[in-house]
């Protein structure tokens, strides 16, 4: 593809932007006093601030061009990882878990799995959890020097040493709360960055009318309805109506439970963000108040993407073509921010596209370094040290958290397969872990030899039913029937996924009931006080306004999501 | 709170605004035709220039109001 020529006005945005970035890790750095301090921002955060670090830390590299690329790809139905796939699950995790995660004073979600469960428990998740954020900083530092290299010519060093600097520079001096100060600092940078694009796009295309028009003519040249590329569920009856190959059942319980569940309400990523809140109440707005601004992201990062093959499959011919003929979708955000930007904005909204990538990287390590602490160093190597020693512990985790982050973005480069099959094994690992969470905190019942056998019969569950089917048009291996025999044909990726996580949560949903039913409690009811549903005594918001009470903020935020579906439909 | 980060962020965008509304009235009009000739540096160089002067303007009432019933203002922690 063609180049994108950076003038000096863009190098100067960026270079302010660096600047802020380090200075606000500096200012940060004389409140770091306690191990707590560098791991959870000394529980001191408001919950405006946590609220937008909860979705800035998930507005990684996948989300932007990934998004984007969703977009150009399947049109508007990208928008289910949005108003089906996270805000129902944010707004459970807000009202329901986030008593027993803040309340129990847990200072990681591995370390909640050890007070409710046990040991092993634990470290099952600590260590699985552990490796995989170091991969996907990796991933992610990987993805944007590859981008940079191609989109403005930069040497995939220069970027990977740049960014692993930076984001080194500034949660070594200022812990969590310069990460989270940071990633607000780039949420806002993101929308300024990219709302001129979407706008300037919109205009292009004729508005939201002109856009349906040109993607109706994308989507009967594809051989679907008119409307495949412009509406959310119209087209879910059956997988073969829809570009994303999905049915409506296999989209609403695998993506819209399992994956969405399992990601918002167990991955510490994010829950970390808001056990850094300052009260109980502040952490259980967190998430809801990430809530709002989340259900609207779909018009900055999916928009631009359905604009970029609107004007494409219009004879624009706007998005380089591989060698099989299909559009190069990943490369969708990045044309259009050359394509409509000139020198001043450019710089802007590539500094907001590198932003979105290091608040990526940031989240990962952050969440890293206090699990590696917290739950590996102190519970497993060195316990019983002084809080100094944990806090020093800490920085020299979160440096070599970096470290290993760029062996794996230079692993990336040579050994593209292992860093799929990672990710496919995360996957499995990932995908069960919302059964024993829900059923760990609303059933008393359920054992610690139950959570874990139930969590390994799950992930394997999740490879089993991997390795017996296959996407439609892929050959066996890493894109699953690994053992030779295909006992299903999934019509995409997407739905093999999906049900993949299906299964694998039915399977730990099942196994950890049986297993439990079978084996002693480890655990009293006084011992479960403050972990579990019925043990916990009921929260009352009486004190608090009306309006700020988070089951008004639920409310409004599942009406205004339900309002958006139908607009969409 | 330690650090009041509308400062900041307030901060760095009125700085992007006089930066890219000074770029929107000294650049060669040709370079917006990619831009459907709208002059956008300047027009979105204007938009940051408010939000930043707000962002500023909230930072600075909070450290130097009473901080009765403000949740958000700067202390020592």
């Not at chain 1, 507005?59 to 932007?64: M, N």
């Not at chain 2, 956008?40 to 130097?64: D, E, K, S, Y």
Request: aromatic content about 14%; some cysteine; proline content about 4%.
């Amino acid at each position: 593809m063609q180049q994108i020529h950076l003038s000096a006005i863009d190098y100067a945005i960026l270079g302010v932007y660096f600047a802020f970035v380090l200075g606000i890790g500096w200012a940060l750095r004389r409140f770091v006093k306690s191990s707590e301090d560098f791991f959870l921002s000394g529980r001191s955060i408001p919950a405006w601030i946590a609220g937008l670090a909860f979705i800035s830390a998930n507005l990684g590299a996948q989300e932007v061009i990934g998004m984007g690329a969703s977009g150009a790809k399947y049109g508007m139905m990208t928008s289910h990882f949005y108003w089906l796939g996270a805000i129902p699950a944010m707004v459970f995790v807000g009202i329901f878990m986030m008593p027993f995660y803040y309340g129990s004073r847990a200072r990681s979600v591995p370390e909640y799995l050890k007070l409710r469960f046990d040991e092993k428990t634990r470290g099952f998740n600590a260590i699985t959890f552990a490796v995989m954020t170091v991969f996907s900083s990796g991933i992610s530092m990987y993805a944007l020097a590859k981008l940079l290299e191609l989109i403005l010519g930069w040497s995939f060093h220069t970027s990977v040493i740049l960014s692993a600097a930076i984001v080194l520079a500034y949660i070594f001096l200022g812990g969590l709360t310069s990460a989270i100060y940071n990633e607000v600092l780039q949420f806002f940078l993101i929308v300024m960055g990219f709302l001129p694009l979407v706008l300037l796009g919109l205009k292009d295309v004729g508005g939201w009318d002109g856009l349906t028009a040109k993607l109706s003519t994308v989507a009967t040249n594809a051989g679907y309805a008119p409307g495949a590329w412009s509406s959310s569920w119209r087209h879910l009856d059956s997988a073969s109506a829809n570009p994303m190959g999905v049915e409506w059942f296999g989209l609403v319980m695998g993506l819209g439970f399992v994956l969405s569940f399992g990601y918002w309400c167990t991955d510490f990523l994010v829950v970390q963000r808001a056990m850094a809140a300052d009260s109980m109440t502040a952490a259980r707005r967190t998430p809801l108040l990430a809530a709002i601004p989340k259900m609207l992201f779909p018009a900055l990062v999916i928009l631009p993407g359905m604009i970029a093959i609107a004007m494409h499959g219009t004879g624009g011919g706007l998005l380089p073509v591989e060698s099989d003929g299909t559009p190069n979708y990943n490369l969708a955000v990045p044309v259009m921010l050359g394509h409509y930007l000139p020198s001043g904005l450019l710089g802007l909204g590539l500094t907001a596209l590198m932003a979105s990538f290091m608040s990526g990287m940031a989240g990962n390590v952050t969440a890293f370094n206090a699990v590696w602490t917290y739950d590996i160093y102190q519970s497993h190597i060195r316990p019983g040290q002084s809080d100094q020693h944990y806090l020093r512990m800490g920085q020299v985790a979160t440096v070599f958290g970096i470290l290993l982050s760029v062996v794996a973005a230079y692993a990336a480069t040579r050994f593209n397969n292992i860093l799929d099959m990672l990710q496919l094994v995360f996957a499995f690992v990932n995908a069960p872990l919302f059964a024993t969470f829900l059923l760990g905190m609303f059933w008393r019942r359920t054992t610690g030899h139950g959570a874990f056998y139930g969590l390994l019969i799950g992930t394997a569950a999740a490879a089993v039913h991997h390795g017996l089917v296959l996407p439609h048009g892929a050959t066996p291996g890493l894109k699953g029937a690994f053992f030779g025999t295909v006992l299903h044909t999934y019509p995409s990726e997407m739905a093999q996924n999906f049900w993949t996580a299906i299964f694998a949560w039915s399977a730990c949903f099942v196994a950890t009931i049986a297993i439990s039913l079978a084996t002693r409690r480890n655990k009293s009811d006084d011992e479960l006080k403050g972990l579990v549903y019925a043990l916990t005594p009921r929260l009352t918001d009486h004190e608090i306004v009306w309006y700020k009470r988070p089951a008004t903020l639920a409310v409004l935020v599942l009406g205004l999501t339900l309002v958006l579906n139908v607009i969409f439909w | 709170m330690k650090l009041d980060l509308r400062l900041p962020i307030g901060l760095m965008f009125t700085i992007f605004g006089v930066m890219l509304t000074l770029y929107g009235l000294a650049s060669d009009p040709a370079i917006y035709a990619r831009s459907l000739g709208i002059n956008i540096n300047l027009w979105w160089g204007l938009v940051l220039l408010v939000f930043g002067l707000v962002m500023l303007g909230f930072a600075l009432r909070a450290q130097r109001g009473p901080k009765s019933n403000d949740t958000h203002s700067t202390s020592t922690p």
